[in-house]
């Protein structure tokens, strides 16, 4: 007798990281004046960043280059004067969560920039241990259900034939390792206000950490 069955195990832990993803937007009708804001802006904000980073409250940065571009709108039937457009992306690695909260109070009202959401996280060190936990877990599971099984249909030990990661037995992946990543409402606050101004008491959601397989048992 073969039996065939699918094990899960779930872990849900606290964030270790919160990746705060900005962006800086500067428009109008000089070139050379928007790319002056733009790059402004980004000076001023990864420079917060890497006085944070040489504090201990963020771990990395990125800033992408500033990318540009341009349109002319259409008034009445005409072509009007072009308009111009400067952006460019950032993220931060922020492990002390107030830190975050009290830069976006800061500068969440800032000209020009835009603090879109935060992505939490685990380290790599602690989603793979995690990852292991769960796989050992699923794979016992796999085992003791496929047991329970076999004593119901009379036999009294089952042995590995297959095991395999979801899907790779042939039935489509129902479930993966997954972290879920959740948007944050950002606090709002005057551009450089003073360093008594804090921010609010952020509560991240749980992330899940998850693993699943799938095995194929004799039973005797």
Do not use: Y
Not at 16 to 28: C, D, F, I, Y
Not at 105 to 115: K, N, Q, S, V
Not at 167 to 196: C, I, N, Q, W, Y
């Amino acid at each position: 007798m073969e039996i065939s069955v699918q094990g899960t195990h779930e872990e849900t832990v606290r964030p270790e990281v919160a990746r705060l993803h900005a962006w800086v937007r500067a428009e109008g009708a000089s070139k050379d004046q928007v790319l002056r804001t733009a790059t402004e802006v980004v000076n001023l904000i990864g420079a917060e960043f890497d006085r944070l980073r040489d504090s201990g409250a963020v771990v990395e940065v990125v800033v992408r280059p500033i990318s540009t571009s341009s349109w002319r709108p259409i008034a009445k039937g005409r072509q009007q004067a072009p308009i111009f457009r400067a952006g460019a992306a950032l993220w931060a690695d922020f492990t002390d969560f107030i830190a975050l909260a009290d830069l976006a109070a800061r500068f969440g009202a800032t000209e020009g920039l835009e603090l879109q959401r935060v992505e939490w996280r685990l380290t790599d060190a602690t989603r793979r241990e995690l990852e292991e936990v769960c796989l050992t877990r699923a794979v016992e599971q796999a085992r003791q259900r496929a047991l329970v099984m076999a004593h119901a249909a009379g036999a009294d030990e089952v042995a590995f034939v297959q095991l395999a990661d979801p899907g790779l037995l042939g039935d489509r992946a129902t479930a993966e390792t997954f972290a879920a990543a959740a948007p944050m409402a950002m606090a709002r606050g005057a551009a450089f206000a003073s360093d008594e101004l804090s921010g609010i008491d952020i509560r991240p959601e749980d992330l899940t950490v998850a693993g699943q397989v799938q095995a194929r048992f004799t039973a005797g």
